[in-house]
């Protein structure tokens, strides 16, 4: 990894649709170049696949989420994936254990998705923040 590729996943993190020739235009290199550079990075595994942001649907959340001690952290970040309005699962260092983003239409949908993590099996606590505005 060098400067040209930090710049090519900034602009691919932002618009994953943008055209190679435009990529290389803003970086003063060639189509070429880019082309070959984005298939080394996603041969390597640095780029994992190329998606879309789309919309908040309303009312999104932080929920910090506590587990037990001597319990695999990754099997309870896995059950709280599936649960529906659970938009991503981060396993973190410090007093909490996982990091939840959730997306919903409403807060009533927010509050359902934290009982249905309460309940789950080694759940300790939790502790929501909700997001006022994404930048």
Partial sequence: MDE???AILKILKKDSKRPYVSMAEKL????????????RLVDEGIIKQ??????????????????????NTSQVA?????????EETYEVS??????VVIDVM???????????IRVLENVISTRTRLI????
């Avoid at 003063?28 to 298939?39: L, N, W, Y």
């Fill in 4 to 6: 040209m590729d930090d």
């Fill in 94 to 99: 410090g007093e909490e254990d996982v990091v």
């Fill in 50 to 71: 190329f998606t879309i942001k789309v919309a908040g649907k309303g009312t999104k959340a932080l929920i910090d989420v506590k587990v037990g001690t001597n319990v």
């Fill in 132 to 135: 006022l505005k994404e930048h």
């Fill in 106 to 116: 409403m807060p009533s949908e927010l509050n359902d998705v934290v009982e249905k």
């Fill in 28 to 39: 003063g290199t060639s189509e070429g170049t880019i082309r070959t550079r984005v298939k």
């Fill in 78 to 86: 896995s059950k709280i994936k599936e649960i529906g309005g659970v």
